[in-house]
């Protein structure tokens, strides 16, 4: 089912005049971003990119969709605390990814030396498409989980007030009047809150290790606002400053410039690129340290590509949820097929089946952030080459998620006004905080709906490909 828009958006004049409208409200509401030209200040900022109109959801997928987030949350906290599972999954794959190979190595080291840190806060967003099957009805497919970093949940909460006055000015006020409020960020907030606040120290502070160029800093804002608002003091700081200016001391309590940091939650850290020398040993210092890690190592290692297809294994779920049928049941339910490459009889397999029918399949690298996956003629010719190598052993496949699309109006800065085929990924985020092995906190915390292009396989908001958007559910 569509939104009743989709059909027949609107055309010249009165498109043009709901874009200025619309960015209008956007700018008023704060769904902002540095601009790319001036990426390290906030001298001159502009809008994150929208849709014109909200984008269809079927209800019923979406309630599915939070129905399994506890479940997911659940399942990411046991994965991280098995380390058996964990270096089983990742055997193949760290020895030809060197960036999860580094991770594991810090992962290891940490264990070997004994967690300083007590109390545990998961982040995460759990991202879904909605496959459109032979007979046209859409079903839930999990597209992957964001362990660390998980973005946008800021300025997701500002877009139905934006959307809700498009529709009004296109004299749709009843439909405007359903769409759902929704503020993750607050949600996200009362986690780490939750985590600073078992961590036991009224003076320490919550530390956003922020990347070196802040285009998304808005996003982050929210939930540094958040918690001002509940009187936590936050500061912001890049690995380089940890590098410099942090220190433990005998209690293994982290330290940057003389304050006593509580919990330390990324919004970087997951590339390559992140990394240098220096960085490397701020990683590990922060990991070593006593101090609320959002994500610690090892639920970071749980959102790789390679644990998301061991997960689909028959058994595994069973193992890592013993007596929890009911949750096994709805985790279940959102997988798509996804296929090791491995090499042997099973990886040589599904290799044979994705060179013979590429536009079936997407092939995925041990990355993050958009633009790293692989899909049709350019999947069969990367296949081909190292169908014979250990280097398969990087990726995963995965069964190609086919939703149908619907038409909208993409608004970016500096880009014409077209009505574009458009295809949307719904995730829902999800919170929890663990104290040894007591779980105090488990909830989902709103939702971040994301609409792109049919002609871009890949790639995020931040990535330049998809936009915001606002769940009109159908
Ligand atoms: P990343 O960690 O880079 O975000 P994802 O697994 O989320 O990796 O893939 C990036 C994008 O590629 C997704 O946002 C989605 O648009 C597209 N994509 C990923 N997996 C599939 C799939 N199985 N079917 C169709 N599109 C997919
Ligand atoms: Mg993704």
């Not at 809008?47 to 269809?56: E, G, K, R, V």
């Not at 030809?96 to 840190?117: P, S």
């Not at 013979?356 to 003629?377: I, M, S, T």
Request: glycine share 6%; proline share 5%; net charge negative.
């Amino acid at each position: 089912m569509a939104a009743p828009w989709a059909a027949a958006p609107p055309e010249e004049p009165l498109a043009r005049e709901a874009a200025l409208l619309a960015v209008d409200a956007a700018l008023l509401a704060g769904v902002l971003m540095r601009t790319q030209e001036e990426p390290g200040a906030s001298q001159v900022v502009s809008y994150a990119p929208f849709t014109l109109l909200p984008s269809a959801v079927p209800s019923a997928l979406f309630e599915q969709a939070y129905a399994v987030q506890q479940d997911f949350n659940l399942l990411v906290d046991a994965i991280s605390q098995n380390k058996e599972f964990l270096e089983r999954t990742l055997a193949s794959t760290i020895k030809v990814d060197d960036f999860t190979a580094r991770l594991f190595r810090i992962y290891t080291q940490v264990l070997e030396e004994g967690l300083a840190q007590s109390v545990f806060l998961g982040i995460n967003r759990s991202d879904y498409m909605f496959d459109c099957g032979a007979d046209g009805t859409p079903a839930l497919k999990q597209i992957e989980i964001n362990t660390i970093a998980a973005s946008f949940g800021g300025l997701t909460s500002r877009t139905p007030a934006v959307h809700r006055q498009v529709l009004k000015m296109l004299g749709r006020t009843e439909e405007a009047s359903r769409l759902l409020p929704n503020n993750p960020a607050q949600g996200l907030a009362l986690g780490i809150a939750k985590a600073w606040e078992l961590y036991g120290s009224q003076s320490a502070v919550v530390m956003f290790l922020v990347e070196e160029v802040q285009r998304n800093i808005f996003d982050q804002r929210c939930v540094e606002n958040e918690l001002w608002n509940r009187n936590i003091r936050v500061i912001r700081k890049r690995f380089r400053d940890v590098f410099e200016k942090g220190s433990l001391d005998d209690a293994r309590r982290l330290y940057i410039d003389g304050q006593e940091v509580a919990v330390v939650y990324y919004r970087e850290g997951y590339v390559p690129q992140n990394y240098d020398p220096q960085n490397w040993e701020a990683r590990l210092l922060l990991e070593r340290s006593r101090a609320v890690k959002c994500p610690d190592i090892a639920t970071q290692l749980a959102g790789t590509k390679k644990v998301q297809q061991e997960l689909t294994r028959p058994g595994t779920l069973e193992k890592l949820l013993p007596d929890q049928a009911a949750s096994v049941a709805r985790i279940r339910a959102t997988f798509a097929g996804l296929y090791s490459l491995d090499l042997g009889e099973e990886g040589d397999k599904m290799a044979a089946k994705a060179i013979a029918d590429p536009d079936c399949f997407v092939l995925k690298p041990q990355r993050e952030g958009g633009g790293n996956n692989l899909y049709g003629e350019e999947l069969r010719h990367v296949l081909e080459k190292i169908k014979d190598s250990p280097e398969r052993t990087s990726y995963i496949l995965m069964d190609k998620i086919k939703p149908r699309p619907s038409k909208n109006y993409l608004l970016r800065p500096h880009t014409p006004l077209k009505v574009s085929e458009c295809i949307s990924e719904l995730g829902i985020f999800g919170v929890y905080v663990r104290q040894g092995k007591e779980l105090v906190l488990n909830e989902s915390a709103g939702h971040l709906l994301r609409t792109k292009a049919i002609e871009h396989a890949d790639g995020g908001v931040a990535a330049g490909v998809a936009v915001l958007d606002t769940p009109y559910l159908v």
